[in-house]
């Protein structure tokens, strides 16, 4: 199965250098499952030329708001819009998970309460209590009609949403280890308007384990489930 890793956002310098690029962390993630996979650099306008160039597609984080003027948005949002018809299936990763649900008719904003940073538990349905790295302020505030919660938390209510068989989002970073994190944590110190409090939270939990091995086991099997051929 070809998936197709469309590069919303790109590292740091200093963490590419370390750990690489999106689409080898997720390529990383999800060794094993006998995917084979095409990156397309989005935020640069470098796209598929139709929706079913691969046989699913990943939206990777990005440092930009969904609901922002940036050139790559619309092309994006109608690619997401025409992949969902065809019902070619979508994961969308932080940004991701917030561009699907904003180009499907939900309502994504900066959230009034800030910053979720660094390992965060989620409750995820049929599988209970994971943890995963965060790294976010925007959040899917209003739903899409077909979008279903399947993981939630007291700070993020739509961690993750599924849209039948046509895509699986989520706010967190499974893509993300600890070491990334806490290089993330050391880096932006300081900067924009990250609370000291969050980015200490954030270094001293970057040694704990994470779940990343579950959420890569739920993208791999929701890209492998059976699905009808669909025309339009």
């Given at each position: 199965?070809?998936?197709?890793?469309?590069?919303?956002?790109?590292?740091?310098?200093?963490?590419?250098?370390?750990?690489?690029?999106?689409?080898?962390?997720?390529?990383?993630?999800?060794?094993?499952?006998?995917?084979?996979?095409?990156?397309?650099?989005?935020?640069?306008?470098?796209?598929?030329?139709?929706?079913?160039?691969?046989?699913?597609?990943?939206l990777t984080g990005s440092k930009h708001?969904?609901?922002?003027?940036?050139?790559?948005?619309?092309?994006?949002?109608?690619?997401?819009?025409?992949?969902?018809?065809?019902?070619?299936?979508?994961?969308?990763?932080?940004?991701?998970?917030?561009?699907?649900?904003?180009?499907?008719?939900?309502?994504?904003?900066?959230?009034?309460?800030?910053?979720?940073?660094?390992?965060?538990?989620?409750?995820?349905?049929?599988?209970?209590?994971?943890?995963?790295?965060?790294?976010?302020?925007?959040?899917?505030?209003?739903?899409?009609?077909?979008?279903?919660?399947?993981?939630?938390?007291?700070?993020?209510?739509?961690?993750?949403?599924?849209?039948?068989?046509?895509?699986?989002?989520?706010?967190?970073?499974?893509?993300?280890?600890?070491?990334?994190?806490?290089?993330?944590?050391?880096?932006?110190?300081?900067?924009?308007?990250?609370?000291?409090?969050?980015?200490?939270?954030?270094?001293?939990?970057?040694?704990?384990?994470?779940?990343?091995?579950?959420?890569?086991?739920?993208?791999?099997?929701?890209?492998?489930?059976?699905?009808?051929?669909?025309?339009?």
């Amino acid at each position: 199965m070809k998936i197709g890793i469309l590069e919303c956002g790109h590292t740091m310098p200093e963490v590419k250098t370390k750990h690489g690029t999106f689409p080898e962390m997720f390529a990383r993630l999800l060794d094993g499952n006998g995917f084979s996979f095409a990156n397309y650099d989005v935020e640069f306008m470098q796209f598929p030329e139709s929706v079913s160039e691969c046989d699913g597609w990943l939206l990777t984080g990005s440092k930009h708001g969904a609901y922002e003027d940036h050139a790559f948005i619309a092309p994006l949002t109608t690619f997401i819009r025409e992949s969902y018809a065809a019902g070619v299936p979508m994961v969308g990763i932080c940004f991701g998970h917030q561009i699907i649900a904003q180009a499907l008719g939900g309502h994504v904003e900066k959230f009034k309460d800030g910053w979720s940073l660094g390992l965060t538990e989620y409750e995820f349905d049929d599988v209970g209590t994971v943890s995963l790295n965060a790294w976010h302020q925007d959040q899917v505030i209003t739903l899409p009609e077909d979008a279903r919660v399947v993981a939630s938390n007291d700070f993020c209510a739509n961690a993750a949403l599924v849209y039948n068989d046509r895509a699986f989002t989520v706010q967190p970073h499974p893509e993300f280890s600890g070491p990334i994190i806490g290089d993330y944590a050391d880096m932006r110190r300081g900067t924009a308007d990250y609370p000291d409090t969050l980015m200490d939270r954030a270094k001293a939990r970057a040694s704990e384990p994470d779940h990343n091995a579950v959420l890569a086991a739920q993208i791999a099997a929701f890209f492998k489930q059976p699905r009808e051929a669909r025309h339009g």
